[in-house]
Each structure stands twice: as structure tokens, then as C-alpha cells.
């Protein structure tokens, strides 16, 4: 492929204004409050993890993937190394086609990057169980998933979206972060990744929800 923070990671967190990622947790927090009326009714529990094991693509945006990875940066030695083999078996079973179970998941079922986690995981919840039908939500609460994810990428606009170790793959690449965190944008320099892994470039996206592709 290419050469292989959050705040706390300063390997990551050079150049990049904290204020990104305080814009990011406050539409977290904005989407919290208006999905509040409709989770009332949600069933989901602690260790209930169907979302993670058998649903849903896990997208997110380069902004989101780099607060993650300087979530990662809190796991040390053979913690550390376990996660990020989890992600690259991850990946490699996402690239051919099979179903992956989310590697950041623990024993007991529970998120271990949950403060971190992304919006793909914050917008889920189910009125019934999940079990061979998938996650049950409001139509109204779906909407408005629709709207903060653009939201997210237009605050992202630097930043592609994807699926979430193919997000993280990139930052394995230094070019790319000392790019991406210098503000730059250039989508060629990703454009094969881009094209094979179905990326998509977030300032392409638009209010109606259509997307342009890496290229």
C-alpha cells in the first residue's frame, strides 16, 4: 500500500487545532440530546454487542480515526500490540469480503475505546432484539444519523471516510499524516488505496447525502 492523536498522542496531534475535536464531540453531544425522546424505548444493554459482531460497516471519518488512534496510544506493550494485530486481521478479513467482529471488543463484550468511539457506533441502538433482523430504530432517528455523519464529514473536510481500519490503515502511512495534520488535502496521493477500498472524499459530499469517491 503506502510507507508504512488526540490529544496525548504527540506523534499525531502536531498541527492539528484541539478545536476540531471539540467541534466533533459537541455534534456528538447535539445528536445525543435529540436522540434522547427515542432511545427511551431502546432494549440495548451493557455487553450487548450484536452491532459490533454482525452489523453495520463501522464507517468513519480520517478525524475520527486519528481521536481513536490516540486512544490506542493508551494501551502499552503486549496490550498494545494484541489491538493493533486485531485490527490488521480486521482489515484483512473486511478486504475479502467476510465478516469481522469489531477489534477493539473485549472478553466481556464491552468497547475498549469507548470514550472514543465513532459515530457509527453513537447513533445505534434497537427497539427490539437483534438477533437475525438487525437493529431497530425510528425513522426520525435515522434521519438525523444522516445529517450529523454530513455534518461530521464537512468538519472533516481535509479527511475521507470509510471503513474503520481502512481509515486507520492510512495513518500508517507518515506522508499522509504529516499532511493530513498540516491541513492539506491532495486525494491523488491516496488514489489507488482509495479507489480498492471504496473511500470516499468528504468534501464531496453533499447536503443531499451524495458522495465522490477517492480518486
Given amino acids: 500500500m503506502m510507507e508504512g492523536g488526540r490529544r496525548g498522542d504527540s506523534g499525531l496531534a502536531e498541527g492539528l487545532p484541539d478545536e476540531k475535536f471539540a467541534a466533533l464531540e459537541a455534534i456528538y453531544r447535539v445528536h445525543e440530546k435529540a436522540l434522547q425522546p427515542f432511545v427511551k ?6 455487553g450487548c454487542s450484536f452491532c459490533c459482531t454482525h452489523y453495520g460497516p463501522l464507517d468513519i471519518t480520517t478525524l475520527e480515526g486519528l481521536a481513536i488512534r490516540g486512544r490506542l496510544s493508551a494501551f502499552k506493550g503486549r496490550q498494545q500490540a494484541r489491538m493493533q494485530e486485531r485490527i490488521r486481521r480486521n482489515r484483512k478479513l473486511k478486504e475479502m469480503g467476510e465478516a469481522a467482529v469489531c477489534p477493539f471488543l473485549d472478553a466481556a463484550q464491552r468497547c475498549r475505546i469507548y470514550e472514543a468511539r465513532p459515530f457509527s457506533c453513537r ?7 437483534c438477533e437475525g433482523r438487525g437493529p431497530t430504530v425510528h425513522r426520525q432517528a435515522a434521519a438525523l444519523a444522516k445529517e450529523t455523519v454530513q455534518k461530521i464529514q464537512r468538519l472533516d473536510d481535509t479527511g475521507y471516510s470509510g471503513h474503520l481500519t481502512y481509515i486507520l490503515a492510512l495513518f500508517d502511512d507518515r506522508s499522509f499524516r504529516r499532511l493530513y495534520l498540516a491541513g492539506g488535502f491532495d486525494p491523488a496521493r491516496i488514489e489507488s488505496f482509495g479507489r480498492s477500498h471504496g473511500l470516499v472524499i468528504n468534501r464531496g459530499v453533499s447536503p443531499a447525502g451524495g458522495t465522490a469517491e477517492a480518486t
Fill in 41 to 46: 424505548e431502546a432494549i440495548c444493554r451493557p
Fill in 123 to 129: 447513533q445505534l441502538y434497537s427497539l427490539q432484539p
